[in-house]
């Protein structure tokens, strides 16, 4: 096992070769020059687990995700587990499954809730048991600093009550563009927001928090 030392901390990788994306963003953390957002996104820059590793209650996790055609399903779940999963992955998911990014080359990108999903026959036959039907999103109003500000306060009382405040007005479906904030609230006690960070017809990254409470 071996050990490096990120930024004073000292980190650890099970397997002694490092990617090259890694050791580049082992790099760029101890830059003191490079910003905050590029900071953040590289020190979450990691081999992600394929298992289903459920959010636990009160801890914060940013993070930053990549969705494809391939893999359109968002799980808000522990950091350390992949976000971004296959349609297939949703029979085993259940209430993890939280929301869908609807990829057509003719259309915007548009991210809706699963439940929403199903009810519309966008999610069909045996994937549609065990879904959960409390995820709910809205369009905020809030800029890109504001985002990055409250992501960087790791404050769940705060992200909950700007998620709260944001879904009392819900939309079905929202069509994204780069910059946009969406929050995301479930019955269950997740709150989360998410900015748009680049997209095309065909994937969207996106940088992100959520809490569970």
Excluded: W
């Amino acid at each position: 096992m071996c050990y490096y030392e990120i930024s004073s901390r000292m980190f650890f990788t099970e397997n002694s070769t490092l990617t090259e994306e890694y050791i580049m963003n082992i790099a760029v953390l101890k830059d003191p020059l490079v910003d905050m957002h590029k900071q953040e996104t590289a020190s979450e820059t990691r081999v992600l687990s394929e298992q289903i590793i459920p959010a636990v209650p009160g801890e914060y996790y940013a993070y930053t995700s990549e969705f494809t055609e391939k893999r359109p399903e968002y799980a808000l779940m522990k950091c350390k587990s992949n976000k971004a999963r296959p349609m297939t992955d949703l029979p085993e998911l259940g209430s993890e499954a939280n929301l869908l990014f609807l990829f057509d080359a003719s259309e915007d990108v548009k991210v809706c809730s699963v439940g929403e999903a199903s009810d519309l026959g966008i999610i069909e036959g045996s994937i549609k048991s065990g879904l959960c039907y409390d995820t709910s999103i809205a369009e905020t109003q809030m800029s890109t600093d504001e985002f990055y500000n409250v992501r960087a306060k790791k404050d769940v009382q705060v992200l909950a009550d700007i998620c709260k405040t944001a879904n009392q007005k819900i939309s079905l479906f929202i069509s994204l563009k780069p910059s946009i904030v969406v929050s995301v609230l479930t019955t269950g006690g997740k709150y989360g927001l998410f900015l748009i960070k680049d997209m095309d017809k065909m994937s969207i990254k996106i940088d992100a928090c959520h809490v569970l409470v």
